[in-house]
C-alpha cells in the first residue's frame, strides 16, 4: 500500500520507523513548517522532519495550511492509497481526506470518544486515571471523532509523568496502526467499517497553556500530585514561597517549579497553602484535603534539586506559605 504520513511530534515516531521498514510504500511525509509564518523564531522541535531527513528516499512536505488548493493538488499528484496522521497539528478537511483513495487515519493517545484534543496524554494524568490507550480511528473532518478501527490499552502508574507515558503509548499505537492498515486493505470502500463513537462519552483535552501549571492549593493533595505529574514537562507546575511575616514589597516571593512531590497520608490542620511541617527530605504543605510533600524542586532560575539540597540554603520555616500568583 502506497501510504503518505503525516505528523510533527514525537508521538508519531516510532509508527512512522514501523512503516519505513515494512512492505508498504512511503513516497512522502507532510509535516509542520519549520519556519512558521509571522514568527520571528523557529518553531518548537519537529521529531518527524529530523527522522524523514535521517532516512531519506521520501519527498518532505511542509505547508502552512495543508489544506488549501496548491497544498491539496501536491498531495493528490503523489496517487497515494492512505493518510496516516498522528501528531500532526492541523485539521485536515473534508477535501484533504478525498486525496487518496481510502481517505486517512489517525492514531489518537487516548481511549476514544474520551479526551479528544490535543493534549490527552496529560489531561488523562491530570484526573486521575489508571488506564488509558491509543485509538486508530478512519478520519472525518470532525476532530478526533470518526468511527473506531483499533484501539489498546495500558495501565497508568501510580506515580508515572505524562512524559514518563508518552513513550510507552507512541510503542503501543504501532500494532494498533498495522492492524488498522490490515482492515483497510481488506476494505471495499462502501461498507460501513469500525465502530462508531458514542458522543454522549467524549470529553475534552484542550492544548495546554502556561497558567495551567499554577498550583491552586485550595485543590485536595492527590489532585496537586496527578497536576505535577500531568505537566512535566511542559507547562510544569509552580508556587511562590512566600516567608511568614516577609515583606514581599521588599522581599518578592521565589517562583518553585515543583518537579517531584507526595501525598502525605496526614490531616492538614493549617490553611491550604501553608506549612505544616519539615522533615530532611520533603516539606509538607497543607492542601484543601490532606499534606502534599514537595520532594523535588526548580528555583527560578537554577537548576532541579531535591528538597533536602533547597532547605540547605533557605530556611523554610512552619508557617511559611506557598502561594498561586
Known amino acids: 500500500m502506497k501510504i503518505i504520513v503525516m505528523g510533527t511530534g514525537p508521538f508519531a515516531v516510532p509508527t512512522f520507523k514501523w512503516l519505513l521498514e515494512s512492505e508498504h510504500e512511503i513516497p ?9 509564518p509571522g514568527k520571528r523564531r523557529k518553531s518548537q522541535a519537529n521529531p518527524m522532519l529530523e527522522f524523514a531527513e535521517q532516512a531519506g528516499g521520501m519527498e518532505i512536505f511542509d505547508p502552512a495550511n495543508v ?4 497544498s491539496l493538488q501536491v498531495i493528490q499528484n503523489v496517487k497515494a492509497d492512505l ?9 485536515l478537511s473534508h477535501a484533504a481526506l478525498g486525496t487518496t483513495r481510502l481517505g486517512g487515519i489517525n492514531l489518537h493517545g487516548s481511549l476514544l470518544p474520551r479526551y479528544r484534543g490535543a493534549a490527552p496524554i496529560n489531561w488523562a494524568v491530570y484526573n486521575g486515571e489508571k488506564e488509558t490507550g491509543v485509538t486508530v480511528i478512519h478520519m472525518t473532518p470532525r476532530l478526533d471523532g470518526g468511527p473506531m478501527l483499533v484501539q489498546r490499552r ?3 502508574g501510580d506515580d508515572e509523568t505524562a512524559e ?10 504501532v500494532s494498533a496502526v498495522a492492524e488498522a492498515i490490515t482492515i483497510l486493505e481488506s476494505w471495499n470502500g462502501i461498507d460501513e467499517i469500525g465502530r462508531m463513537q458514542n458522543q454522549s462519552l467524549a470529553t475534552r483535552a ?3 497553556n502556561k497558567q495551567q501549571g499554577n498550583l491552586d492549593w485550595s485543590r485536595s493533595a492527590r489532585e496537586l500530585f496527578n497536576q505535577i505529574r500531568a505537566f512535566q514537562p511542559w507547562p510544569g507546575s509552580f508556587t511562590h514561597w512566600v516567608p511568614a511575616g516577609s515583606d514581599t514589597s521588599t522581599n518578592p516571593p521565589l517562583r518553585l517549579i515543583v518537579q517531584r512531590a507526595k501525598v502525605v497520608n496526614e490531616l492538614a490542620t493549617v490553611p491550604p497553602g501553608t506549612v505544616q511541617a519539615i522533615t530532611d527530605s520533603s516539606i509538607h504543605i497543607a492542601t484543601g484535603s490532606g499534606l502534599l510533600g514537595l520532594l523535588d524542586v526548580q528555583p527560578a532560575g537554577k537548576r532541579t534539586m531535591t528538597v533536602t539540597e533547597f532547605l540547605r540554603g533557605r530556611p523554610v520555616n512552619a508557617g511559611d506559605t506557598f502561594e498561586s500568583r
Open 28 to 36: 512522502m511525509l507532510v509535516t509542520r513548517p519549520i519556519e512558521e
Open 67 to 70: 489544506n488549501d488548493s496548491n
Open 83 to 91: 493518510l496516516m496522521v498522528c501528531d500532526y497539528g492541523q485539521i
Open 154 to 156: 495500558i495501565t497508568i
Open 164 to 173: 514518563q507515558l508518552e513513550p510507552r503509548m507512541s510503542a503501543l499505537g
Open 206 to 208: 484542550p492544548r495546554l
